[in-house]
């Protein structure tokens, strides 16, 4: 290998090396994807408030559930206590839903935090819903309330990172209890007017109890390690009954349940992922270097040659060791022809004066040599036998006719 060779080799793996380091040392970009997941340590995870509730409720009293509610409730029909489902959009099908609200009827309670949830949930507890959006909130922050005298309603907490948050337009005061609300100041005809958004419910529902959230962003990690925000989600989960079980949803949920990929660990791994890199980098230059270094050499496939000339020379040859001068003499005229019909574009059906003058002159022949020359062809063709004398000749003079042709020689 040449000297600039390997100048240019290790400057790659200089390279190569540096972008390694720089991509190992840049801080790692959070995940802002909404999972809701109970196992998900990112910001809009669960994975706090699963490890809370446990605390809270003791560990044996919480279930999870990891199918759809319709086969759990179809195979456990009397099981008493607290179902909650939390992720920003839940679509229970008609059969599924009729089970939960028959199932809360019973005396149970069914939670759910949701901001996008059933119509026929709301059309039977005749609620409605609406969105606010920031288009009056520059700095993109909420604040929430409870309304609870006991769970100190003067307190104020701050969500920031919701471009728009539900809340309920309509409800049936006389049924429904506004737990907590979304506590914003808009401007309404140029004055400022404190208005209060029902972002939680709680509402009878049979013997049993139903509490609506809007908000499912109150049970994040990145919500609850935002002190004191942990005190309003712990307002809010103070409603469920505490000496009943606590069955807790993990199939209506935006983030996997489980990891599906066989390299999830290594690619979530700092150490691991850059490992892995590294070590496809270092095939990767193996098989560019070694494989072109040991790479079998390719042979030479010579062309095949033009054995045309050959095989004609060869077949006039054995007619003229056999002594068949008539057959020569047949296809060198007929060859000939051809070659007036091809270079001089003239007819050779009547070989007449007209043809010998046009033949003449395109050939730069003389009338008297292509005369003679045509003379002999007329013989030779009349003749049952062609002597070897006469077969010479007639190669001769065709051989004579061609060297004067001027067209040819204006080619060359």
């Given at each position: 290998m040449s000297k600039k060779g390997k100048i240019y080799i290790t400057l790659t793996v200089l390279a190569i090396l540096s972008i390694v380091v720089l991509e190992y040392t840049k801080p790692q970009a959070i995940n802002w994807f909404k999972s809701y997941a109970s196992h998900h340590k990112i910001p809009f995870g669960t994975f706090i408030f699963h490890e809370q509730?446990?605390?809270i409720f003791e560990e044996e009293n919480?279930?999870?559930?990891?199918?759809?509610?319709?086969?759990f409730l179809k195979e456990n029909k009397d099981f008493k206590g607290t179902y909650i489902f939390i992720n920003n959009n839940l679509t229970f099908d008609t059969d599924e839903?009729?089970?939960l609200l028959n199932w809360t009827a019973k005396g149970n309670?069914?939670?759910i935090a949701s901001d996008n949830l059933n119509s026929k949930l709301h059309d039977?507890?005749?609620?409605?819903?609406?969105?606010i959006s920031n288009f009056k909130n520059i700095e993109n922050i909420y604040q929430l309330q409870l309304k609870n005298k006991q769970l100190k309603p003067e307190k104020l907490y701050t969500f920031d990172k919701a471009q728009q948050v539900t809340y309920y337009k309509k409800y049936d005061s006389k049924k429904a209890k506004v737990i907590s609300v979304i506590d914003n100041a808009i401007q309404e005809d140029n004055k400022t007017a404190k208005l209060k958004y029902p972002n939680t419910l709680k509402q009878k529902f049979g013997k049993g109890t139903i509490i609506l959230s809007t908000f499912p962003q109150a049970f994040t990690n990145y919500f609850l390690l935002t002190d004191p925000n942990q005190n309003y989600t712990a307002g809010l989960i103070s409603y469920m009954d505490a000496s009943q079980s606590i069955y807790v949803d993990n199939y209506y949920k935006s983030g996997k349940s489980f990891y599906t990929s066989p390299l999830h660990i290594l690619l979530n791994t700092k150490e691991l992922k850059w490992a892995y890199y590294t070590m496809l980098i270092a095939v990767f230059l193996y098989v560019i270097f070694e494989g072109k270094r040991k790479q079998r050499a390719i042979p030479i496939v010579k062309p095949l040659q033009n054995q045309t000339v050959n095989f004609t020379r060869t077949i006039a040859n054995m007619y003229y060791e056999k002594g068949k001068h008539k057959d020569i003499s047949y296809h060198q005229i007929n060859h000939f022809l051809e070659y007036?019909?091809?270079?001089?574009?003239?007819?050779?059906?009547n070989?007449?004066?007209?043809?010998?003058?046009?033949?003449?002159?395109?050939s730069n022949n003389t009338i008297e040599d292509t005369k003679a020359l045509f003379q002999v062809i007329k013989e030779i063709s009349a003749k049952k036998e062609v002597t070897n004398t006469e077969l010479k000749k007639l190669n001769k003079l065709?051989?004579?006719?061609?060297?004067?042709?001027?067209?040819?020689k204006a080619k060359t």
């Open positions: 509730l446990e605390r919480i279930e999870d559930i990891n199918i759809p509610p319709f086969q839903l009729d089970l309670t069914l939670f039977t507890l005749n609620i409605e819903t609406s969105i007036i019909r091809t270079q001089f574009h003239i007819h050779t059906t070989l007449d004066t007209t043809f010998i003058e046009h033949v003449a002159a395109r065709i051989a004579d006719f061609k060297s004067k042709n001027k067209w040819k």
